[in-house]
């Protein structure tokens, strides 16, 4: 039964990130070449939203990696590993 809640509580976790990180995705890829030269501020610093994606993408990674390890020491086998 345990087993079952934990399998549970990922998929509902799963399926709860994977409207923004479509959203995030349409936004991205929907900028052009010059849209990606446009000037912005993030973190008070001035940069173009080019180099404003690099932190994001980079966080994501790390979230990404803990996600998996958390849920592999909870028994849960990620897809790509099956």
């Not at 409207?19 to 995030?24: C, G, K, N, T």
């Not at 446009?38 to 993408?57: C, H, N, R, S, Y």
């Not at 803990?66 to 590993?81: D, E, L």
């Amino acid at each position: 039964m345990k087993k079952i809640l934990i399998q549970y509580g990922v998929f509902a976790l799963a399926i709860a990130l994977m409207v923004p990180l479509a959203q995030a995705q349409k936004a991205v890829t929907g900028l052009s070449d010059n849209d990606l030269q446009a000037p912005v501020k993030l973190f008070g610093e001035d940069m173009t939203k080019q180099g404003a994606l690099m932190p994001i993408l980079e966080d994501q990674h790390e979230h990404l990696g803990q996600s998996i390890a958390y849920a592999r020491s909870n028994g849960v086998v990620p897809p790509w590993s099956k």
